[in-house]
């Protein structure tokens, strides 16, 4: 049995998580009680809920997920499923055929491939640029473009499995708690690698309003300066206008499953037959993409938000695989003193041995510090908190896990309160 799984067996939410404390090591989350009810060892609850507050009530809130935090949506079986690196090997394979596909990653005998589909990608980008010159007739090169053409075509297809009937608790929480974020303050951004629809998906049930580069015309065309925009609320007798609640800005670091490219403008479409697709696809050359635009002003907003004075950077899902990411947030912890950066991922705790026992047997309340992750960046941070740096909290556990902790700053607003009473009304038989 793994940690995950012991977890998932024996508790839920918030109490999966695990706080990695200076000189005291991974600390459970709730306390652990003696045989007559008594605290015998404090958790890390206080820490983690201090932690998270102070998050929220920076002047400048930026949270950064990744693929992680889209494995908790889900489909019912039979429909597709929020896809890892394995299955979209899987995918592709069956999209190309066994055969065709053989012959692919026959093509690069000396490459370790390891069945991953970003590595026989990349290679294969390679390929192409090596042989440009290539003519029509040239069949070894005319495999392999058609072969990224149909393996783009089927991670596409994978990615997008966001529906109404979708099921996306953690990202409804999450889209909850940062976009009630006192709107007096600079508007909430979280940025996500993701391509997949969830944080939209979430915040259509919940009826926030997402500012994402994307106008509000028909058709809805990108251009950056619209994330210059903000709602306000114009009411008669009043001189001035007032910031409504519940918005928060949306950067798509990879490109997105219902972005098209036609000519030169950014349409939001999810119509394959409909343009170009706008992604990002896994393969090496995707710091080089990642300059282009639209994903330039991505990057460009993500590096400016670390900047920040009084900035608090919240990232869960995200495994630090991406140089042209990771990197600017090193450079912040470096060169922004004000920066608090809180990061929530299940790896920190490497491995099953770590919790000092086997399932059925409850894990160590407090188990040692291992800052020696197989991540660079992630073990060079681990380092820093290990040594005290109170910018920096780590959090062992899962997106699903934090949104859960993640405190309600604000309670309820009317108009949230209003949507749910149009639900009712609107529900068949109602």
């Avoid at 028909?218 to 009043?238: C, M, N, P, S, T």
């Avoid at 590096?303 to 450079?331: C, N, W, Y």
């Avoid at 299940?346 to 991540?375: C, K, M, Q, Y």
Wanted: with cysteine; proline share 6%; net charge negative.
């Amino acid at each position: 049995m793994s940690v995950w799984d012991y977890w998932t067996e024996t508790a839920a939410g918030r109490t999966n998580l695990r706080l990695l404390l200076p000189g005291k090591g991974w600390t459970a989350y709730a306390d652990r009680v003696d045989g007559e009810g008594k605290v015998a060892e404090r958790g890390s609850k206080e820490e983690i809920d201090s932690a998270l507050i102070n998050a929220l009530s920076a002047s400048n809130f930026a949270t950064l997920t990744g693929a992680g935090a889209s494995f908790c949506a889900r489909n019912a079986n039979g429909l597709p499923q929020a896809p890892s690196m394995p299955d979209l090997w899987n995918t592709v394979k069956a999209a190309i055929g066994q055969a065709e596909f053989a012959a692919i990653v026959a093509k690069f005998p000396n490459a370790k491939v390891d069945e991953n589909i970003e590595k026989l990608l990349s290679l294969c980008k390679v390929y192409l640029e090596l042989n440009e010159a290539a003519d029509d007739n040239d069949e070894g090169v005319t495999a392999v473009r058609a072969f990224v053409t149909q393996a783009e075509a089927s991670i596409l297809t994978q990615v997008d499995f966001v529906g109404p009937e979708t099921a996306l608790p953690a990202h409804e929480a999450y889209v909850r708690k940062i976009g009630r974020r006192g709107f007096r303050k600079a508007r909430a951004k979280l940025f996500t690698t993701n391509y997949d629809l969830t944080i939209e998906e979430a915040a259509r049930r919940l009826r926030f309003t997402i500012i994402d580069g994307f106008s509000h015309s028909l058709d809805q065309v990108y251009d950056r300066q619209h994330f210059e925009l903000d709602i306000v609320r114009r009411e008669a007798g009043k001189e001035a206008p007032d910031y409504i609640p519940n918005v928060f800005q949306l950067y798509k670091l990879h490109g997105s499953a219902d972005w098209r490219r036609i000519g030169a403008e950014v349409v939001r479409s999810r119509n394959n037959a409909t343009g170009q697709p706008v992604l990002i696809y896994p393969r090496s050359s995707k710091y080089q993409e990642a300059f282009d635009p639209p994903y330039l002003d991505m990057m460009g907003a993500f590096q400016a938000a670390l900047r920040e004075p009084d900035t608090a950077l919240v990232i869960a899902g995200f495994g630090f695989k991406d140089d042209h990411i990771s990197r600017p947030v090193m450079s912040a912890l470096e060169s922004n003193l004000t920066l608090r950066l809180v990061i929530c991922d299940p790896s920190f705790i490497l491995s099953e041995e770590a919790l000092r026992g086997v399932a059925p047997e409850p894990p160590a309340h407090a188990i040692p510090a291992d800052t020696a992750h197989d991540n660079p960046f992630l073990a060079k941070i681990a380092a820093l908190a290990a040594r005290g740096d109170p910018r920096i909290h780590l959090i062992n556990g899962r997106f699903e896990d934090l949104a859960d902790a993640l405190p309600d700053l604000m309670g309820e607003t009317d108009r949230e309160r209003h949507v749910e009473r149009v639900k009712v009304l609107r529900e068949p038989g109602a």
